[in-house]
């Protein structure tokens, strides 16, 4: 069993910055791909950003420039940092991790978090 555990979440006032990591436990051969994913209510799920095992990032438009994405292999976690905030970043934000795990044998597959909240209000 594999599971990613979120933490970091919470209400912060626009300007602000908040610091999320996420740690997968349990059976991992191999992680490839970290990322983090928001909703916010009534919309869809979105990536905000990814990292690969070697370091290449992705970012969504609207976070360029105020989100930093990192991870730490040795340990299987993700981070973001997230500066200069505003209300539009208010969302639950979701850890996602693609790799290879085992059980009886070896079997690859996505995994989710449970979900932080992040608020961004004055």
């Known amino acids: 069993q594999v599971q990613l555990v979120e933490s970091g979440g919470g209400l912060v006032p626009p300007g602000g910055s908040l610091r999320l990591s996420c740690a997968a436990s349990?059976?991992?051969?191999?992680?490839?791909?970290m990322g983090w994913y928001r909703q916010a209510p009534g919309k869809q799920r979105d990536l905000v950003a990814s990292i690969s095992s070697g370091g290449t990032t992705n970012y969504a438009d609207s976070v360029k420039g105020r989100f930093t994405i990192s991870r730490d292999n040795a340990e299987n976690t993700v981070y973001l940092q997230m500066n200069s905030l505003k209300p539009e970043d208010t969302a639950v934000y979701y850890c996602k991790a693609v790799g290879t795990y085992y059980s009886g044998s070896s079997y690859s597959r996505i995994y989710w978090g449970q979900g932080t909240q992040v608020t961004v209000s004055s």
């Open positions: 349990g059976s991992i051969l191999r992680i490839n791909t």
